[in-house]
């Protein structure tokens, strides 16, 4: 089974940060991998798909890279709906997992 | 738009069962794969299950295998999970989730989920 290792996984940051989070798979999934946000109470929203595709109606602040192990989440400037909870899930075949996830928190 | 509302969840004890239901709508439920995906209280997200569009293939990871079953009704556009043997461990909000794959998804994703449905499992 695949497994997916965010880090770090709590984040403090200020507004208008360049921010980075990294999910690493245990092995190797080309570009099988998503992105959501969560904020409390919510349910996920999708953010990029395919390891760099950003979903419609998502800012382009948001950018995803990476393949094979090893992927990142980055928002060029952090803004204030953006403190959230940040999910990457694999679809490397079943079955499916997520990672643990990242908390950006205010700084 | 895209709705999906569930249904079913409370408190039940440990070793019940307990039935979830998803009510889709605003997209073609018959051709789309489903999915449940559940979170413990401040805690991740964790995938429970996923049916393909037919209803023919579903998918369990080993901690809920032989005790959850996936089902769909394209006619009434309903999807359900089935739980027995019901755990402590099992407490968490369950969503019900729209799994885009394939064709026009151009990849694969949970676009929309549910708002969720908590099961609490408690003595």
């Known amino acids: 089974d695949i497994q997916l290792t965010q880090s770090p996984s709590l984040l403090s940051a200020s507004v208008g940060d360049r921010v980075t989070i990294t999910c690493r798979a245990s092995?190797?999934?080309?570009?099988?991998l998503v992105w959501y946000q969560q904020k409390p109470g919510k349910a996920p929203k999708l953010l990029l798909y395919?390891?760099?595709t950003l979903q419609i109606g998502v800012p382009s602040r948001f950018s995803g890279s990476g393949s094979g192990t090893q992927f990142t989440l980055t928002i060029s400037s952090l803004q204030p709906e953006d403190f959230a909870t940040y999910y990457c899930?694999?679809?490397?075949?079943?079955?499916?997992?997520f990672g643990g996830g990242t908390k950006v928190e205010i700084k | 738009e895209v709705q999906l509302l569930e249904s079913g969840g409370g408190l039940v004890q440990p070793g019940g069962s307990l039935r979830l239901s998803c009510a889709a709508s605003?997209?073609?439920?018959?051709?789309?794969?489903m999915s449940w995906v559940r979170q413990a209280p401040g805690k991740g997200l964790e995938w429970v299950s996923t049916?393909?569009?037919?209803?023919?293939?579903?998918y369990y990871p080993d901690s809920v295998k032989g005790r959850f079953t996936i089902s769909r009704d394209n006619f009434k556009n309903t999807l359900s999970l089935q739980m027995n043997s019901l755990r402590a461990e099992d407490t968490a909000l369950y969503y019900c989730?729209?799994?885009?794959?394939?064709?026009?998804?151009?990849?694969?994703?949970?676009?929309?989920w549910g708002q969720g449905t908590l099961v609490t499992v408690s003595s």
């Open positions: 605003g997209f073609t439920f018959s051709s789309s794969a």
């Open positions: 395919a390891a760099s």
């Open positions: 899930q694999h679809f490397s075949g079943f079955p499916l997992a």
């Open positions: 989730v729209k799994y885009c794959r394939g064709g026009s998804c151009n990849g694969y994703y949970f676009d929309h």
């Open positions: 092995q190797g999934i080309a570009t099988s």
């Open positions: 049916i393909s569009d037919s209803g023919d293939d579903t």
